[in-house]
């Protein structure tokens, strides 16, 4: 929710100039960063660092088992944006992100939980906002072709009143391409969406996974946004909860130790917020990646 889940979508990740600091001991570990986004322009080697945009934090982890794959996170993240733009307006936003996280995985059972409150301010007035998310899953690892299927589920705060100056959309700072899968047409600010998941394993070394997923709007008061977080929709115009829903079939094979080939075919329908504001076609995608590391 904060962080994002699943790989990086198409092009490059977005990349930051700063530092981070970590400590790690055989059960914790904690970090600190200060970053600054890199805005990318066209010619070679004339990227600078974002005068708009800082990010810094404290993120700390204790594990409860050896392999560290039980245990919870608790952290603190803020954000400055000098040009923050939401569906309520545009203006500086300073934000601080308070949220703790539980995981585990006993081999069969998977589970992440995570919850977060964001405070600050917001073109000058006092902000509050929120989100909590869940994934759990179980691999039926006895059984041919090792199937697994899974839930993933997201509430995500959106405004409640555009007329009152103060905001109540979380801002979830920078999710990664591929948050809801590799067809991503929105954003998880003032959202909820349920995303169950069933995937095999043909071979040792391929996956093949088919996802459906549901959006809402969590405030009918509030737009829908892209995964940067640009305003995609204002929500003034539609008192319509429900967005739309999507499907995706997508095949991983691990060729090597360091490549790894994905191919994805996406469609995702709109709901009837999507045709009270705009064009309303539905979205197919099809794509391939390789991702190869050293």
């Not at 990349?15 to 790690?24: K, M, Q, V």
């Not at 203006?91 to 992440?112: M, P, Y």
């Not at 969590?218 to 429900?242: H, K, M, N, P």
Request: charged share 20%.
């Amino acid at each position: 929710m904060i962080a994002g889940r699943g790989g990086y979508g198409t092009g490059v990740p977005l990349p930051f100039d700063g530092f981070e600091a970590i400590l790690t001991g055989e059960t914790r570990q904690l970090s600190g960063f200060y970053l600054q986004p890199v805005d990318t322009r066209l010619g070679g080697f004339n990227d600078r660092r974002s005068h708009n945009k800082a990010v810094w934090g404290i993120y700390a982890t204790q594990w409860l088992d050896p392999m560290h794959l039980n245990g919870f996170d608790v952290y603190y993240i803020g954000l400055r944006d000098r040009n923050a733009i939401f569906d309520q307006g545009a203006g500086k936003q300073l934000a601080h992100t308070f949220g703790s996280r539980i995981f585990g995985d006993d081999g069969a059972w998977h589970w992440n939980l995570e919850a977060a409150l964001q405070l600050g301010t917001f073109a000058g007035h006092r902000s509050k906002a929120w989100g909590a998310g869940a994934e759990t899953g179980y691999r039926f690892r006895s059984t041919p072709l090792r199937p697994e299927i899974a839930l993933t589920a997201d509430i995500v705060s959106g405004d409640e009143d555009p007329n009152d100056p103060r905001l109540g959309t979380l801002n979830s700072l920078f999710p990664n391409g591929k948050y809801f899968g590799a067809l991503s047409p929105i954003g998880p600010r003032n959202l909820i969406h349920v995303r169950p998941s069933f995937s095999m394993h043909p071979h040792k070394d391929v996956a093949v996974s088919l996802t459906a997923v549901a959006y809402w709007r969590q405030s009918t008061a509030d737009g829908i946004y892209a995964i940067s977080g640009l305003l995609v929709r204002s929500g003034r115009q539609s008192d319509s909860r429900f967005i739309g829903k999507q499907i995706e079939l997508a095949t991983s094979w691990q060729a090597t130790p360091e490549l790894n080939l994905t191919a994805s075919l996406s469609v995702f329908d709109p709901g009837p917020f999507i045709r009270d504001t705009g064009p309303a076609r539905t979205i197919r995608m099809a794509g391939t990646q390789a991702t190869f590391r050293f």
